[in-house]
């Protein structure tokens, strides 16, 4: 199977999941996302109209996702970073979002931030 740029790759095969917030705060539990915690190979949507919950998300575990979208929809959203994100695509940071981390804890980036 040829290998396509991820541009070239159909929307239907790309994997996402948005972050519902209905759980808790902590980005690694599956509840709080549409489709199970983001991995390298799956994109995190966070500010969406799937944001039901009154959680905000935070990372206090290593975390990995594809790409970032975050408050690029209809809700604010503050992504806390207390340990290490990476991302593997790009991040979107929407009018509506925010991104908190403490020095110390390295956001890796792949893609355009």
């Not at 190979?41 to 979208?69: R, Y």
């Amino acid at each position: 199977m040829a290998k396509w740029p991820r541009a070239l790759v159909p929307a239907a095969a790309q994997a996402s999941t948005s972050w519902k917030g209905t759980s808790s705060t902590a980005w690694s539990t599956a509840a709080n996302w549409t489709a199970g915690v983001p991995t390298a190979s799956v994109d995190a949507i966070i500010g969406d109209t799937n944001f039901t919950g009154a959680n905000q998300p935070g990372i206090s575990a290593n975390a990995k996702c594809l790409s970032l979208t975050l408050g690029a929809g209809t809700k604010a959203a503050t992504l806390t970073v207390s340990r290490a994100l990476t991302v593997s695509g790009s991040l979107t940071i929407g009018t509506n979002g925010t991104i908190s981390h403490t020095a110390a804890k390295v956001i890796s980036l792949t893609g355009n931030w």
